[in-house]
């Protein structure tokens, strides 16, 4: 495990289901509930987090401001015994410009020429924020929270898409998609001025598609 002189341990969870990843919609910036069953994937977060890591004691959570996620981050905050909680801008989801709302097939009846869905043919989507303004994001909440947050420990939850291309990119390598309320657990820190970080614990495979 790499080690820092001040250490952040850093959590991020995707936010539950909601009935627009049943049917497959882009869903973005637009600010969906969370169903029955998302409620419950956070409360079985909220176990992973407490029965198969003990030995952490989480601090603060932090959430993207989009309902789904905060709805889950109150769950687990509340299971967990945390009150420090509060959202924050930086873990929004990727806004998908013209394709929120639609589903793939949908989107392609549209604009034909996107093809096949594919990261690649995604980061064509009129309107969908580009690729390298997320990441600068996701890798901002990190970092501001390691400078803030040393020797401590931060629950982030956010979303699918922020949370794989932004944690691959720090880590450097896939980490796959991430399904709704799964886990994953960084240490973060600086050496020579710069942000290094590990991942020290996740609670799926992390198959790439």
Do not use: C
């Not at 029955?36 to 407490?50: K, S």
């Not at 589903?103 to 604009?111: F, H, Q, Y």
């Not at 399904?179 to 960084?186: D, E, F, K, S």
């Amino acid at each position: 495990m790499l080690t820092f002189p001040h250490p952040t341990i850093i959590g991020f969870v995707r936010h539950g289901q909601t009935d627009w990843n049943v049917t497959g919609r882009f869903q973005g910036s637009s600010d969906t509930p969370l169903n029955d069953l998302g409620r419950a994937q956070a409360a079985e977060a909220a176990e992973y987090l407490r029965d198969q890591l003990p030995h952490i004691r989480w601090a603060a959570v932090r959430h993207s401001p989009l309902q789904r996620a905060g709805e889950t981050a109150a769950i687990i905050a509340a299971s967990i015994g945390v009150t420090d909680i509060s959202a924050l801008p930086a873990l929004s989801e990727r806004h998908w410009g013209v394709a929120e709302g639609r589903t793939w097939d949908e989107l392609t009846d549209r604009w034909p020429k996107l093809g096949v869905d594919s990261e690649q043919a995604r980061n064509k989507i009129p309107g969908a924020e580009p690729l390298d303004l997320l990441d600068a994001r996701g890798i901002f909440a990190v970092e501001s929270t390691a400078v803030q947050h040393p020797n401590q420990t931060v629950l982030m939850v956010s979303h699918g898409t922020l949370m794989r291309s932004t944690l691959s990119k720090l880590l450097g390598f896939d980490i796959g998609d991430v399904p709704n309320a799964g886990v994953l657990v960084l240490v973060a820190g600086f050496e020579d001025g710069e942000l290094r970080t590990e991942l020290v614990a996740r609670s799926f495979d992390g198959r790439v598609r």
